[in-house]
């Protein structure tokens, strides 16, 4: 079974950086599209950015210029590098990949446990 797991989440002041990361924990035979995802309390879980097997970009606009989101297939991690953070940005952030665990499966959306991000004005 995949699991995601997540790391980098924290505490930091407005205007500050974090990076989270996210693996998975075992061998695979491919994955598609990776990307971030955020909710807040009270609120819906909302897309941040994706990123395509490509090396496509997409980004929610609250984040454009500010998140950056990349891959390494070799290690099967993703990233989202955040800098500029805003007290709107608190949320817990989760990780999603479109993974593909054998050649004869068909892909599959796996999800990380969530990492905690909080930004104090």
């Not at 924990?25 to 598609?32: A, G, K, L, R, Y």
């Not at 599209?33 to 609120?43: E, F, H, L, S």
Request: glycine fraction near 10%; charged fraction near 15%.
């Amino acid at each position: 079974q995949v699991q995601l797991v997540e790391s980098g989440g924290g505490l930091v002041q407005a205007g500050g950086s974090l990076r989270l990361s996210c693996a998975a924990s075992v061998s695979i035979f491919s994955i598609n599209t990776m990307g971030w995802y955020r909710q807040a309390p009270g609120k819906q879980r909302e897309s941040v950015a994706v990123i395509t097997s490509g090396g496509s970009t997409n980004y929610a606009d609250s984040v454009k210029g500010r998140f950056t989101i990349s891959r390494d297939n070799a290690k099967k991690t993703v990233y989202l590098q955040m800098n500029s953070l805003k007290p709107e940005d608190t949320a817990v952030y989760y990780c999603e990949s479109d993974i593909r665990m054998f050649v004869t499966s068909p892909f599959r959306d796996y999800w990380g446990q969530g990492t905690q991000v909080t930004v104090s004005s």
